[in-house]
Each structure stands twice: as C-alpha cells, then as structure tokens.
C-alpha cells in the first residue's frame, strides 16, 4: 500500500502554487477575492492533479486562509508568536479548476495589509497544501506524479508561487474602465481629426461654374441631394466629446453584461 507523497518540507503534504487571482465580488457588503487555485495541466513540479479527484469537504467545514502556509508550527518551536489565520475560504469545482472565494478578516491588522496588497497587484497567487491519498498516484513521464485522488488541507496567500500560472488576471475592476477612459479618448481624436480634414477638403474644393442652359432649352431640374450629403449635413452636429462619453458608457454597460 502506497503512503502519502511527502514533498514540501518533508510534511506528509504536498504545497503547490497553481492559483489566479480572477476578481472581486461584493457579496452582502464583504469583499470576496476569487481565485484560481489548480488546475489538471503540469505544474512545476511536474505533477498533474485530476479536478473531479479534489476532497473538499473537511477544508469547507474549517476553511482557514493562511499567509505563506505559516500554520505556526515554527512559532511553536522557537516561542515566537503563532501567526493567526488572515481569513477564511471556501473552495469549488468550476470547469476544468478548483477554485477558492476569500474573505479577509478585516478586524486584523496584518490581514488588512495582505488584502490591500492583494487589491493593488503585489500579491497575487495563493497556494494549495494536500494530501495525495494511498493508491491514488503514479509516476508519470516526467518524473511528477499523476494523482486521481488528493484532500486538500489549507490554502495561503503568498509572495512567491512556484506554479508558471500563478499569475493575477485583471479583472473589469482592476483598471479596465481607465482603458475604456482611453480608447475612448483615441476615438475622440481621430473622429475630430476626420473632421477637420473634411473640412479642408471642401474649402480646398474648387466651386463648379454652372453651364448656361442652351437657348431655347429648358433648365433641367436640379437633382435632389444624395445620401452621402444628407449624412454631411446630420454630421454638421456631431461632437466628438459627446460621443466619446457615451461611447465608454455603453462599452462599460457591454463589459459588464448590464443591458441599458
């Protein structure tokens, strides 16, 4: 009977850091972070964890956050001060990626300072701490290991993941309306500039001279004006600036899935 893969530390649990940072929801007034927390490609230690094969239950009866995965063991041996859990979790499946939601204690010092630094983009990954169950893992190619089956323990903030996809993906939130701000800026400019180059070229265009009707001929009647000057003439109104607010307005409205 095979034993649990003991890696990081030695513990009898693995650490991997395989998470994303995606967004942030306002649920009943609290701040909830959404990660990405693993997935079933190759991390850098070369293993692959099935998805449907994560035991979640005993984490969402007790879902501590930690930072660094300080879970104060070595507080314990040295007589420091135990560093506390910063917030709480809850993790799901969702595709093909075990998620987790965190909510940070906001009545701890240190844990408002790990959310603000989690907030600007200066953390940005968490880490997953699991057991790969008995008879659960193989060795693959590259010398990791294939798990169909693993409970997860604890899941941490940290400052260094150890997973190529531990990356923060922006959210609409995280600056997407400055984007919108200024695309909608460029469109301005070059909608005034189309302008103005419309405008030099009818004060460039030399006027047409009439040709005197023939004698004794009837003066044909004169043809009523085409579509492109009836545009020409609604476009006299157009303001570039109006149009750009309401284009970032709409573009926001869009993003969001909010319909107007």
């Known amino acids: 009977m095979t034993a649990s893969v003991s890696r990081s530390l030695r513990l009898s649990a693995v650490r991997k850091d395989a998470a994303t940072l995606n967004v942030v929801e306002s649920v009943g007034g609290r701040r909830v972070y959404k990660f990405r927390a693993s997935d079933g490609d190759f991390d850098r230690y070369s293993d692959r964890l099935n998805v449907k094969g994560w035991r979640v239950d005993g984490y969402n009866a007790n879902g501590v956050v930690l930072f660094n995965h300080d879970d104060g063991a070595k507080a314990a041996s040295s007589g420091a001060e ?8 809850r993790v799901y499946i969702e595709g093909d990626a075990l998620m987790v939601d965190v909510e940070f204690d906001d009545e701890d010092e240190f844990a408002k300072r790990v959310e603000r630094k989690v907030a600007k983009g200066i953390l940005n990954a968490v880490s997953v701490r699991y057991l790969m169950l008995p008879g659960q893992y193989r060795q693959n190619e590259r010398g990791g290991y294939d798990c169909d089956g693993q409970e997860l323990l604890e899941v941490s903030v940290v400052t260094i993941p150890g997973n190529a996809r531990a990356v923060r993906a922006k959210s609409f939130e995280d600056g997407g309306e400055d984007l919108v701000e200024r695309i909608a800026v460029r469109v301005a400019e070059l909608l005034d500039a189309r302008a103005e180059a419309k405008s030099t070229d009818d ?6 001279v009439a040709a005197e009707p023939a004698p004794d001929t009837e003066e044909p009647p004169a043809e009523p004006p085409k579509a492109d000057d009836e545009e020409d003439d609604k476009a006299k109104g157009f303001n570039a600036s109006d149009a750009a607010k309401s284009f970032v307005e709409a573009f926001k409205s869009y993003i969001r899935g909010v319909k107007e």
Do not use: F, N, V
């Open 203 to 208: 004060e460039d265009a030399e006027p047409e």
């Open 82 to 89: 135990p560093q506390l859990p910063i917030g709480k979790g």
